[in-house]
């Protein structure tokens, strides 16, 4: 086993730029609340009020997960699923800018949005097609 060379500088954590997009796809699920709630403060304290958060598609478990956090964060204005490039894999979060004072009140949640809402267009023709009668 190779020692350590008593010489060479401990490694230190890597600096990036805050650039208002966190991909989730690389972390363990129990790290993702920390993770968010530590990276929605970087992005205020960078000025970065417009955040995409990708998530994945998937059965929509770490989704849920993501909003229940941002539902709950006063620093978040409001939050939405992207239907740009990424579609339903992704959020779209818009946080108060650093200056603004934050609601002291808990908002209400977001109006349910029905099934038929949150699957692809392509998806609900299946479901016509295909399901049962």
Not at 118 to 131: A, E, H, M, N
Request: hydrophobic fraction near 35%; charge should be positive; charged fraction near 25%.
């Amino acid at each position: 086993m190779p020692r350590s060379d008593p010489d060479k500088p401990a490694a230190s954590p890597v600096q990036t730029a805050v650039d208002g997009v966190l991909d989730l796809h690389a972390f363990r699920p129990q790290d993702v609340p920390d993770l968010v709630r530590e990276y929605l403060h970087a992005c205020r304290a960078a000025r970065v009020t417009e955040i995409r958060i990708i998530h994945g598609k998937g059965k929509g478990v770490l989704r849920e997960t993501v909003h229940a956090l941002l539902r709950r964060e006063p620093m978040v204005r409001n939050f939405r699923l992207a239907h740009d490039r990424g579609g339903w894999g992704a959020t779209l979060v818009d946080i108060y800018p650093p200056g603004a004072s934050l609601p002291t009140t808990h908002r209400p949640p977001p109006p349910k949005v029905s099934v038929s809402e949150q699957v692809p267009g392509w998806y609900r023709l299946l479901q016509r097609i295909f399901g049962k009668r």
